[in-house]
């Protein structure tokens, strides 16, 4: 089977999902292709899907010259941790950081933004399932949330959740249950950019049925698309 079945199978579970959910939100299939070399990228555009997911800046740098004739038809999303030191370089290669995990990055990326005369729309990770290995802003702490929509230089468009490294479906559906109802609060809370605040980022190959089921508008798939990663 190629990709391009295997795009066409993941559609049609996640209108499975919808019509059992009710959620008529269109959903953005983030095709995440670390670990994959460029011509996968290709084949996904071929396939008909736009968007793309890395996690590392140095992997990305190094493979978007292989596709440079595609890549303006491609959206370029940073989906894993962004260190500091890599925001410069992060900034040159996507059109956006969706791994936004602390008002300390937040800012300094405004900063950057403001310096190149640039907003850089961002997605806020919040770390849902309480896991101390991930990365991801406290549901709790709303009010470091909500002060990243005052930074110059962002545009807050949404939020993002990793779901729990579990096979206990139910712990998954809280994670992301919390990450609506928090997207619901701040939503409430604030005036700034509300109107290009709209996407809650949830779920993966393993889970993302029921991320569908509650309320994700973009969804981060690999091994569904790909099989198994490559070891790098």
């Not at 596709?67 to 925001?87: C, D, F, W, Y």
């Not at 809370?189 to 309320?215: C, H, P, R, W, Y």
């Amino acid at each position: 089977m190629n990709i391009k079945d295997n795009v066409e199978i993941v559609k049609e579970r996640i209108a499975n999902a919808q019509l059992r959910s009710g959620n008529i939100t269109p959903i953005k299939i983030v095709a995440i292709t670390k670990t994959h070399p460029a011509s996968v990228i290709l084949e996904i555009r071929k396939a008909g899907l736009d968007t793309i997911g890395e996690n590392r800046v140095q992997e990305a740098e190094d493979k978007f010259p292989e596709i440079a004739e595609i890549l303006p038809n491609i959206t370029k999303r940073l989906v894993g941790h962004l260190q500091s030191n890599k925001i410069n370089k992060a900034l040159n290669i996507f059109d956006t950081i969706d791994s936004v995990d602390s008002l300390k990055l937040a800012n300094k990326i405004g900063s950057k933004a403001v310096s190149l005369n640039r907003t850089i729309p961002i997605l806020l990770e919040v770390n849902t399932s309480g896991e101390s290995a991930k990365y991801g802003f406290i549901p709790e702490n709303i009010d470091e949330i909500l002060a990243c929509f005052e930074i110059p230089g962002l545009e807050v468009q949404g939020l993002m959740t990793v779901g729990p490294l579990t096979s206990d479906t139910n712990r998954v559906r809280d994670a992301f249950i919390s990450l609506r109802r928090l997207y619901n609060s701040i939503k409430s809370q604030t005036t700034k950019n509300v109107d290009k605040f709209t996407e809650l980022s949830m779920g993966m190959s393993s889970d993302f049925e029921i991320a569908v089921e509650e309320g994700a508008t973009m969804v981060r798939l690999g091994t569904v698309l790909f099989g198994q990663r490559m070891i790098k």
